[in-house]
């Protein structure tokens, strides 16, 4: 995707790479920090910073605030540890 300016790209391709919940002047990854990737709809390519969670807290999952769900402004997304690769958390569904 070299050369294309922010006209060019969609806005799921823009937000891969992001971390969740960043500043958007200042969204990347940061030095000595642990990502998860989140798979799947509606945060699909953003990265979720588990620094400090223990195994038990990425198998539990987690529900993200987000605007672009099913539910709208408020709701949720669900995501929890995928079963194919520890490093990504997988979309479970959306709740209000």
């Known amino acids: 995707m070299a050369g294309a300016t922010l ?6 391709e823009f937000m891969r790479g992001r971390v969740y919940g960043a500043d958007h002047e200042d969204a990347g990854p940061r030095h000595g920090r642990v990502y998860a990737e989140l798979v799947a709809d509606p945060l699909d390519g ?7 969670w223990s195994a ?11 605007e672009i769900g099913r539910y709208g402004p408020g709701g949720r997304a669900l995501y929890a540890a995928s079963r194919v690769d520890g490093r990504r958390l997988d979309w479970c569904g959306d709740i209000p």
């Open 46 to 52: 953003l990265l979720l910073d588990v620094t400090n």
């Open 56 to 66: 038990h807290d990425l198998a539990e999952g987690v529900a993200l605030h987000t």
């Open 7 to 12: 006209l060019d790209v969609d806005e799921l």
